[in-house]
């Protein structure tokens, strides 16, 4: 006869606290990877000597699938904010089966176009130009405006 003491039992569920004892763990690997990596030419600048900063923006693209290299040129922060350059949000999107393509394109104005993987009848259209990105006060605050008005636009559209 099987004791109280020998008998097993699976659990049944993700034991409490274990996805966070995981994430720590990652957080460590990361900060370790991230130390390394923030003294090197192969990190943007913003990152250069911030191992922390370096480290989060390698935990976020972790999850979203970006290997170390790919989050540090993909991922930002913007008044505080997280945020990703809209080519890499892109190439996550097409990555995963959807489509987005750019309908028209002039000095001033961007439309980019797309749709879930499996509806292509259901397309979704979104176009910037250089009036809208005034009303909404982005161009004013952003020199880049000026200076690379249909990279800004696309982003926005994107």
């Known amino acids: 006869?099987?004791?109280?003491?020998?008998?097993?039992?699976?659990?049944?569920?993700?034991?409490?606290?274990?996805?966070?004892?995981?994430?720590?763990?990652?957080?460590?690997?990361?900060?370790?990877?991230?130390?390394?990596?923030?003294?090197?030419?192969?990190?943007?600048?913003?990152?250069?000597?911030?191992?922390?900063e370096a480290a989060a923006a390698i935990l976020l693209g972790d999850e979203l699938g970006l290997a170390p290299l790919a989050a540090l040129r993909s991922v930002y922060v913007l008044q505080g904010t997280p945020a990703m350059y809209a080519r890499a949000m892109v190439a996550l999107v097409v990555g995963r089966g959807h489509r987005i393509w750019t309908e028209a394109e002039t000095a001033t104005s961007v439309t980019v176009a797309g749709y879930r993987a499996g509806y292509p009848e259901q397309v979704e259209r979104s176009t910037w130009d250089l009036d809208r990105a005034k009303r909404e006060g982005f161009a004013q605050r952003n020199a880049n405006y000026r200076d690379h008005p249909a990279a800004m636009l696309y982003a926005r559209a994107a």
């Open 1 to 52: 006869m099987v004791s109280e003491v020998e008998r097993y039992e699976a659990p049944s569920a993700v034991m409490p606290g274990s996805r966070l004892i995981a994430w720590a763990q990652a957080a460590d690997a990361a900060y370790t990877l991230a130390k390394r990596l923030t003294t090197t030419d192969f990190v943007p600048k913003t990152y250069k000597g911030k191992p922390d």
